[in-house]
């Protein structure tokens, strides 16, 4: 009888909660799929009523939307290999026993703490700029011509400025999975003479699978909402015009929110496919 009515209250505690979590999560969500269904255009009347799937229909038959979607996929296919590739790697070193170690570990982490506008305002002035930026110095240093990074290489530098602000986050969770490990499986192994490579293929990355996981379902949640990092270095322009950012200009640019309220739901199934995949394809790791 006690644990029943800890239930009861335990729950009745948590109803506020709840109720509040999914009026956050559920209001927004009905009104975009109200507006998704009408015409709705701010400065040219208003509500002019409904049209039915006629918002689904221009967006998804739009010369942009595939594009974008394709666009979408790869910064955060790029994203997520670098920062779990590059992750592994530093939490590996910094696992390591050296001098001043404290101090690597918290300037390897310091980039997640600044805000995407501004690093990518660092990014595209101090580093990518074809006239001024350390990179052009350093190629003019070596006798090359400076390389106009956003023009030539849009969506490459948009998933370097990316990565660099997310992989603090998987070092972080890689280097906790590390440290985990139990060493007397790495030392009878390396005492039986297996090598390097073979400790790390055998022991090491199947133990650090669970965390690889983590650090790619919950970058994946993120990564598909990009949108500072675009709009302050290239605009949408060069192909970097990602799903999100092509909502913004339906929206705002052209000021036709029932259009963007129909980009937002295919967003909205976009993300569910990505993490439904995901789920399958990675997540079975966690089960493990």
Same mark, same amino acid.
């Given at each position: ?17 709840? !109720? ?30 409904? !049209? ?23 910064? !955060? ?16 070193? #910094? ?38 930026? #350390? ?88 990564? #598909? ?20 950012? #092509?909502?913004?200009?339906? !929206? ?23 993490a439904i995949f995901l789920m399958r394809i990675v997540g079975k790791n966690l089960d493990a």
């Amino acid at each position: 009888m006690a644990t029943q009515h800890s239930r009861a209250a335990a729950r009745l505690m948590m109803a506020p909660a709840v !109720v509040l979590l999914l009026g956050w999560m559920l209001v927004p969500l009905i009104m975009t799929l109200t507006f998704s269904f009408k015409k709705y255009l701010p400065l040219k009347g208003g509500d002019l009523g409904w !049209v039915g799937f006629e918002n689904y229909i221009r967006f998804f038959t739009a010369s942009a939307f595939w594009p974008s979607v394709l666009s979408t996929l790869i910064l !955060v296919g790029g994203v997520l290999a670098i920062t779990v590739v590059l992750g592994v790697l530093l939490a590996l070193l #910094l696992d390591q026993p050296f001098w001043g170690q404290g101090i690597v570990r918290i300037l390897v982490i310091a980039p997640f703490f600044v805000m995407p506008t501004v690093s990518a305002l660092v990014w595209k002035n101090m580093f990518m700029d074809p006239v001024n930026g #350390l990179f052009a110095h350093l190629f003019k240093a070596f006798g090359a011509q400076p390389y106009d990074w956003l023009s030539q290489s849009p969506l490459l530098s948009i998933i370097v400025i990316v990565a660099w602000q997310w992989l603090p986050f998987a070092t972080l969770i890689l280097l906790t999975a590390i440290q985990s490990l139990d060493s007397e499986q790495l030392e009878a192994a390396e005492m039986d003479g297996a090598p390097v490579l073979a400790r790390f293929g055998y022991i090491v990355l199947p133990h650090l699978a669970r965390a690889i996981t983590v650090v790619i379902l919950i970058q994946t949640i993120f990564l #598909l909402s990009i949108f500072a990092e675009i709009f302050v270095t290239t605009q949408g322009s060069f192909g970097t015009k990602t799903l999100t950012y #092509l909502i913004y200009q339906r !929206v705002l640019e052209s000021q036709n929110v029932g259009l963007g309220s129909a980009g937002g739901i295919f967003a909205v199934i976009l993300a569910n496919i990505v993490a439904i995949f995901l789920m399958r394809i990675v997540g079975k790791n966690l089960d493990a």
